[in-house]
């Protein structure tokens, strides 16, 4: 999977979907960068953003923010929130 030149200009643009890491990195990347909530349901699998969710690098303003809105990412199975640890 490659991302657009709007969210990812860095280089590493190209994303493996086999790797965990990648694609953990690949949903940072989107989350942090997208333009448009079009971009968001386009890229992100709400399964797969909730597994994630634990791992995912972002700003304590972004995870709040997304923390908000959605707080199935934080009540899933086997949510024990990693920061607090």
Do not use: C, I, K
Not at 2 to 22: E, F, I, K, N, T
Not at 40 to 55: F, K, N
């Amino acid at each position: 999977m490659v991302l657009g030149r709007w969210s990812d200009w860095s280089g590493s643009a190209r994303y493996s979907l086999a790797s965990p890491g990648r694609l953990a990195r690949m949903y940072e990347t989107v989350l942090r960068a997208a333009p448009m909530t079009a971009d968001l349901s386009h890229w992100l699998d709400g399964r797969t953003l909730v597994r994630l969710w634990p791992d995912l690098v972002l700003a304590p303003q972004v995870r709040s923010r997304w923390e908000t809105r959605f707080p199935e990412l934080t009540t899933g199975p086997g949510r024990g929130s990693r920061r607090a640890q």
